[in-house]
């Protein structure tokens, strides 16, 4: 254990530079902007006189030069304090706060869908390379991974919610039901799962077909043949000698596809009127509020890192050699 | 065998060839066909497919003709999708190729770069960077290049590094070649092969979150796309499934397409590979 926490370590600490990259493109990046949050929250007023707007851009420090509040958010964000939403009118954490939970849900089910049935899948397929099962599997996959989420998101809800109205088509949870406990949680479940099955889908299709040529590969190795002239049972070498090696790299792969992942819910969350962290971002654009923008931007950024902390602590768990030696590189 | 040959003999990379021969020629065709606006109205509004012989395909809420809105939308789908590509894997290979020569701290700080790149949600990015700047085409290319440049970087760096410390790479410091030129003309176009490999994974992201962006109302509002297209008809999606379905399958067939192509070239490739 003690070998991980020194990992885990050594990753927080090199990541908090590539995170004030992050604090200061982005700063530069909503700097370009024409306009500010006071000609929004102006607008949204239906006009006011230039006094307003010079004394309510002092109120906000919006009146320094860029250096000077990149300095005055920097100093702040070490505080945990996000600033202000002008949009929404409240503490801009407090805002991601409540939305991030429901993405959690939405993100954590669909990883969990995809990485089950997509390894599963992908066993079927890599057991017999070149069998009937493999082929339609294969190109199955690869036109599932072609679908967008978001399309697949509406045919999705088109089918099983219009249609056959098996699940709600949209929000997530019945509003004022007045359920608690068990109940409420499977309202939400049911909720949740087209939306899940829209964002997780491509990813099913991604870990299958790892999965298919990581077998694929570990087939030629000579420790397999090895076990094939021990006699082992074909079973036991495709599950505790192929698949097991080939699963390596797919823990990987889940640290480098919460990015993405994260991105995707911004677009499955408004098909879906999730109130989640995707959507607060879609809503932060149409609002022009620059600082909550920023606030998603770099919290996002931060969970992305949290994500991949957890992914190394499982490789270290499953693979000995991990930050056995010398760092790795 | 020739390169043509072998690649003929993989179904997957035919398959793409034609899907992605059939788009682009609906993408040049779309202005000869149907020179008007796509987005102009040409009829009454929700006409059905296959009622009108005239609008074969029906038109949309606002009465604009289904098929034009088709035809035009493959033509900014591969637009976006290749452009979006070529600036992303130029910038890879030249960040890449200048971090991996130069080594030291300017190593160092490109590749905290990448890493800055790849902990940001890329759709986030490019949703920022569109809000910021405005949508238009070249806007949009460059938001979605944004995510999509740090793996072509990385591959290229890890190339240079071995590249490197070739005897041709010394020869060329020893005639006094400049590093910035050894860079370049030497290395580079040697560190390129795998670099390119990632296109057409690149030109389906990229078409995609074109999609996803203009989808959300974020694509350049006077060019037709199959995401708006997606959008715009998911206002009627009970009455009229069809309006969102249809653009939503250009884009299944499109993304495909480039996939398979993809492995077709590769699988060629390794024949190739194989032989020698």
């Given at each position: 254990?003690?070998?991980?926490?020194?990992?885990?370590?050594?990753?927080?600490?090199?990541?908090?530079?590539?995170?004030?990259?992050?604090?200061?493109?982005?700063?530069?990046?909503?700097?370009?902007?024409?306009?500010?949050?006071?000609?929004?929250?102006?607008?949204?007023?239906?006009?006011?006189?230039?006094?307003?707007?010079?004394?309510?851009?002092?109120?906000?420090?919006?009146?320094?030069?860029?250096?000077?509040?990149?300095?005055?958010?920097?100093?702040?964000?070490?505080?945990?304090?996000?600033?202000?939403?002008?949009?929404?009118?409240?503490?801009?954490?407090?805002?991601?706060?409540?939305?991030?939970?429901?993405?959690?849900?939405?993100m954590?089910?669909?990883?969990?869908?995809?990485?089950?049935?997509?390894?599963?899948?992908?066993?079927?397929?890599?057991?017999?390379?070149?069998?009937?099962?493999?082929?339609?599997?294969?190109?199955?996959?690869?036109?599932?991974?072609?679908?967008?989420s978001?399309?697949?998101?509406?045919?999705?809800?088109?089918?099983?919610?219009?249609?056959?109205?098996?699940?709600?088509?949209?929000?997530?949870?019945?509003?004022?039901?007045?359920?608690?406990?068990?109940?409420?949680?499977?309202?939400?479940?049911?909720?949740?799962?087209?939306?899940?099955?829209?964002l997780?889908?491509?990813?099913?299709?991604?870990?299958?077909?790892?999965?298919?040529?990581?077998?694929?590969?570990?087939?030629?190795?000579?420790?397999?043949?090895?076990?094939?002239?021990?006699?082992?049972?074909?079973?036991?070498?495709?599950?505790?000698?192929?698949?097991?090696?080939?699963?390596?790299?797919?823990?990987?792969?889940?640290?480098?596809q919460a990015a993405t992942m994260l991105g995707g819910s911004v677009v499955i969350?408004?098909?879906?009127?999730?109130?989640?962290?995707g959507?607060?971002a879609?809503?932060?654009?149409?609002?022009?509020?620059?600082?909550?923008?920023?606030?998603?931007i770099?919290?996002s950024?931060?969970?992305v890192?949290?994500?991949?902390?957890?992914?190394?602590?499982?490789?270290?768990?499953?693979?000995?050699?991990?930050?056995?030696?010398?760092?790795?590189? | 065998?020739?390169?043509?040959?072998?690649?003929?003999?993989?179904?997957?990379?035919?398959?793409?060839?034609?899907?992605?021969?059939?788009?682009?020629?609906?993408?040049?065709?779309?202005?000869?066909?149907?020179?008007?606006?796509?987005?102009?109205?040409?009829?009454?509004?929700?006409?059905?497919?296959?009622?009108?012989?005239?609008?074969?395909?029906?038109?949309?809420?606002?009465?604009?003709?289904?098929?034009?809105?088709?035809?035009?939308?493959?033509?900014?789908?591969?637009?976006?999708?290749?452009?979006?590509?070529?600036?992303?894997?130029?910038?890879?290979?030249?960040?890449?190729?200048?971090?991996?020569?130069?080594?030291?701290?300017?190593?160092?700080?490109?590749?905290?770069?990448?890493?800055?790149?790849?902990?940001v949600p890329p759709f986030l990015l490019a949703l920022?960077?569109?809000?910021?700047?405005?949508?238009?085409?070249?806007?949009?290319?460059?938001?979605?290049?944004?995510g999509?440049?740090?793996?072509?970087?990385?591959?290229?760096?890890?190339?240079?590094?071995?590249?490197?410390?070739?005897?041709?790479?010394?020869?060329?410091?020893?005639?006094?070649?400049?590093?910035?030129?050894?860079?370049?003309?030497?290395?580079?176009?040697?560190?390129?092969?795998?670099?390119?490999?990632?296109?057409?994974?690149?030109?389906?992201?990229?078409?995609?979150t074109?999609?996803a962006?203009?989808?959300?109302?974020?694509?350049?509002?006077?060019?037709?796309?199959?995401?708006?297209?997606?959008?715009?008809?998911?206002?009627?999606?009970?009455?009229?499934?069809?309006?969102?379905?249809?653009?939503?399958?250009?884009?299944?067939?499109?993304?495909?397409?480039?996939?398979?192509?993809?492995?077709?070239?590769?699988?060629?490739?390794?024949?190739?590979?194989?032989?020698?």
């Amino acid at each position: 254990m003690n070998r991980a926490l020194k990992l885990v370590g050594r990753r927080a600490v090199s990541s908090i530079p590539v995170l004030l990259i992050v604090v200061v493109g982005t700063f530069f990046l909503l700097e370009l902007a024409s306009g500010d949050a006071v000609d929004a929250y102006l607008v949204s007023l239906g006009g006011g006189d230039a006094e307003l707007a010079r004394s309510l851009r002092e109120s906000y420090g919006l009146d320094r030069s860029p250096l000077h509040r990149l300095w005055l958010y920097t100093s702040s964000l070490a505080r945990l304090d996000l600033g202000w939403s002008v949009a929404f009118n409240r503490p801009i954490l407090d805002l991601i706060l409540e939305r991030l939970p429901n993405t959690l849900w939405l993100m954590g089910s669909a990883t969990a869908m995809a990485f089950a049935l997509g390894t599963l899948l992908g066993i079927l397929a890599g057991a017999r390379p070149g069998s009937a099962a493999d082929r339609v599997l294969s190109i199955g996959s690869l036109a599932l991974y072609a679908v967008p989420s978001f399309w697949l998101g509406l045919v999705l809800s088109l089918i099983f919610a219009v249609q056959l109205r098996w699940f709600p088509t949209a929000g997530i949870e019945t509003i004022a039901s007045g359920k608690t406990g068990l109940d409420r949680a499977l309202d939400i479940s049911r909720h949740l799962v087209l939306p899940v099955c829209a964002l997780g889908f491509i990813y099913l299709a991604l870990f299958l077909r790892m999965m298919r040529a990581g077998m694929a590969e570990v087939w030629r190795q000579d420790f397999v043949l090895a076990a094939r002239a021990k006699g082992l049972a074909r079973s036991r070498i495709v599950l505790s000698h192929v698949a097991r090696n080939a699963l390596l790299p797919l823990v990987t792969m889940l640290g480098l596809q919460a990015a993405t992942m994260l991105g995707g819910s911004v677009v499955i969350e408004s098909v879906f009127a999730i109130p989640g962290f995707g959507r607060l971002a879609h809503e932060a654009v149409a609002a022009r509020d620059a600082p909550l923008l920023m606030g998603i931007i770099v919290s996002s950024a931060v969970l992305v890192v949290l994500v991949n902390l957890l992914v190394d602590l499982a490789y270290a768990a499953l693979d000995p050699r991990v930050g056995a030696g010398e760092p790795a590189s | 065998m020739s390169f043509l040959a072998r690649f003929l003999r993989s179904p997957e990379g035919v398959a793409g060839l034609l899907l992605l021969a059939c788009l682009l020629a609906m993408a040049l065709l779309a202005p000869v066909l149907f020179p008007r606006d796509p987005l102009s109205i040409v009829g009454r509004p929700l006409i059905p497919p296959f009622a009108d012989w005239s609008l074969p395909l029906g038109t949309d809420r606002l009465g604009r003709d289904v098929l034009a809105g088709l035809m035009h939308g493959a033509r900014t789908s591969l637009l976006v999708g290749i452009s979006a590509a070529v600036v992303a894997l130029a910038a890879g290979a030249v960040i890449g190729t200048l971090a991996g020569f130069a080594a030291g701290w300017l190593d160092e700080a490109l590749m905290r770069v990448v890493d800055a790149f790849q902990i940001v949600p890329p759709f986030l990015l490019a949703l920022a960077f569109v809000s910021v700047v405005g949508a238009s085409l070249p806007v949009i290319v460059l938001a979605i290049a944004l995510g999509a440049w740090t793996g072509a970087a990385r591959l290229a760096r890890a190339e240079v590094l071995s590249i490197r410390e070739r005897d041709y790479v010394a020869a060329a410091r020893v005639i006094g070649m400049h590093p910035l030129e050894i860079a370049f003309k030497e290395v580079l176009p040697n560190a390129l092969p795998p670099v390119l490999a990632l296109t057409s994974v690149i030109v389906a992201g990229a078409v995609l979150t074109e999609a996803a962006l203009s989808f959300l109302g974020l694509g350049d509002p006077n060019t037709v796309t199959w995401g708006s297209m997606i959008a715009e008809g998911r206002n009627v999606l009970r009455t009229a499934p069809f309006l969102s379905i249809v653009p939503g399958l250009g884009l299944v067939l499109t993304v495909l397409g480039v996939y398979l192509l993809g492995e077709g070239l590769v699988e060629a490739l390794a024949r190739k590979r194989r032989r020698q």
